[in-house]
């Protein structure tokens, strides 16, 4: 499915740059002109977000549990990429139902080719601290992105939105806006999703109109844990090439702590990340969990409570 090809190749496409190794100019122009269907489940997010870790979610949910498909067919093909060159041809050929689509592209860019539409759109979102770090290790092991540099020329990237995928906060803002006016989004957070898997399964399965009794949302929630996924390969993306994801700099699924950014920044980094943050964000009211916290807490919409959890990057 993934060759060789392109690696070295960079995409710019309304002014976001893409890893041309999976993206052509006209994959991305079908994509922002895709014609969805009302039973179509549509996952987004910014990159290492918990994207992988809700592809599964919902795998498991429309499976009722049954952990076969999960097990047996890769998640780049139960929930093909939306952008990507090879959509075309796997949606074709799946016969996966519901169909699930994933996709990184921005609001502004998709927001025209959903107008209207039914299709049930999840949102994934994380804190941008631990988001910026995990993006870095990736680029360390991913041959189709840039070269990270310093974690300090990184995280600047990153906060200038020059990264491959664009800015984060645009991202944010474009999808997370849509919640108050869409009955068919759902807003999940990754530090939500590892404080009470069995709640944010349960959320997801109510909105995809997928009631799970209780011995099948228990087996979901067993599959979707971080060691059963990260012996999995179909999620962890060991079968894809060494000359494509140089598994022996790193493994894609990492270690997920939430807080683990404290490990990267220096005090300065966090003090000027969250400064841009409360520049580019002050029309947004989303609040973001920085670091593990009692479980006992309160839970909130907007602010969730943490445990210590490994999850996906």
Same mark, same amino acid.
């Given at each position: 499915?993934? @060759?060789?090809?392109?690696?070295?190749?960079?995409?710019?496409?309304?002014?976001?740059?893409? #890893?041309?190794?999976?993206?052509?100019?006209?994959?991305?122009?079908?994509?922002?002109?895709?014609?969805?269907?009302?039973?179509?489940?549509?996952?987004?997010?910014?990159?290492?977000?918990?994207?992988?870790?809700?592809?599964?979610?919902?795998?498991?949910?429309?499976?009722?549990?049954?952990?076969?498909?999960?097990?047996?067919?890769?998640?780049?093909?139960?929930?093909?990429?939306?952008?990507?060159?090879?959509?075309?041809?796997?949606?074709?050929?799946? $016969?996966?139902?519901?169909?699930?689509?994933?996709?990184?592209?921005?609001?502004?860019?998709?927001?025209?080719?959903?107008?209207?539409?039914?299709?049930?759109?999840?949102?994934?979102?994380?804190?941008?601290? @631990?988001?910026?770090?995990?993006?870095?290790?990736?680029?360390?092991?991913?041959?189709?992105?840039?070269?990270?540099?310093?974690?300090?020329?990184?995280?600047?990237?990153?906060?200038?939105?020059?990264?491959?995928?664009?800015?984060?906060?645009?991202?944010?803002?474009?999808?997370?806006?849509?919640?108050?006016?869409?009955?068919?989004?759902?807003?999940?957070?990754?530090?939500?999703?590892?404080?009470?898997?069995?709640?944010?399964?349960?959320?997801? $399965?109510?909105?995809?109109?997928? #009631?799970?009794?209780?011995?099948?949302?228990? $087996?979901?929630?067993?599959?979707?844990?971080?060691?059963?996924?990260?012996?999995?390969?179909?999620?962890?993306?060991?079968?894809?090439?060494?000359?494509?994801?140089?598994?022996?700099?790193?493994?894609?699924?990492?270690?997920?702590?939430?807080?683990?950014?404290?490990?990267?920044?220096?005090?300065?980094?966090?003090?000027?990340?969250?400064?841009?943050?409360?520049?580019?964000?002050?029309?947004?009211?989303?609040?973001?969990?920085?670091?593990?916290? @009692?479980?006992?807490?309160?839970?909130?919409?907007?602010?969730?409570?943490?445990?210590?959890?490994?999850?996906?990057?």
């Amino acid at each position: 499915m993934l @060759d060789m090809a392109r690696l070295d190749v960079t995409e710019v496409f309304h002014g976001i740059s893409f #890893p041309g190794h999976l993206h052509t100019q006209e994959s991305l122009q079908q994509a922002v002109e895709f014609q969805f269907k009302d039973t179509d489940i549509l996952i987004v997010s910014y990159p290492k977000s918990g994207t992988t870790w809700m592809q599964e979610i919902v795998t498991l949910v429309s499976s009722r549990g049954d952990p076969h498909l999960s097990k047996s067919v890769p998640n780049w093909v139960r929930a093909p990429w939306l952008e990507q060159y090879y959509f075309a041809e796997v949606l074709k050929a799946s $016969s996966i139902t519901p169909r699930v689509i994933t996709t990184h592209l921005p609001h502004h860019l998709l927001g025209r080719s959903l107008h209207g539409s039914k299709v049930k759109v999840i949102y994934v979102s994380r804190n941008p601290k @631990d988001v910026v770090v995990s993006f870095y290790h990736f680029h360390k092991i991913a041959n189709f992105l840039p070269e990270a540099g310093s974690f300090a020329e990184f995280l600047n990237r990153f906060l200038e939105g020059t990264l491959h995928f664009g800015s984060w906060f645009d991202h944010v803002k474009g999808w997370a806006s849509q919640t108050a006016t869409l009955n068919n989004l759902l807003h999940v957070t990754y530090e939500e999703m590892s404080v009470d898997l069995h709640g944010a399964i349960k959320r997801v $399965s109510s909105f995809l109109q997928c #009631p799970l009794v209780e011995e099948e949302l228990s $087996s979901c929630v067993k599959h979707c844990n971080f060691s059963n996924m990260k012996d999995n390969k179909m999620v962890n993306y060991s079968l894809i090439a060494e000359e494509i994801l140089d598994h022996s700099k790193g493994s894609f699924m990492r270690k997920g702590k939430i807080g683990d950014w404290k490990n990267t920044f220096t005090e300065e980094q966090s003090r000027y990340l969250e400064s841009v943050l409360r520049s580019e964000m002050q029309d947004c009211n989303l609040e973001f969990v920085w670091e593990e916290r @009692d479980k006992e807490e309160t839970h909130g919409t907007e602010e969730i409570p943490q445990e210590n959890t490994e999850l996906l990057n």
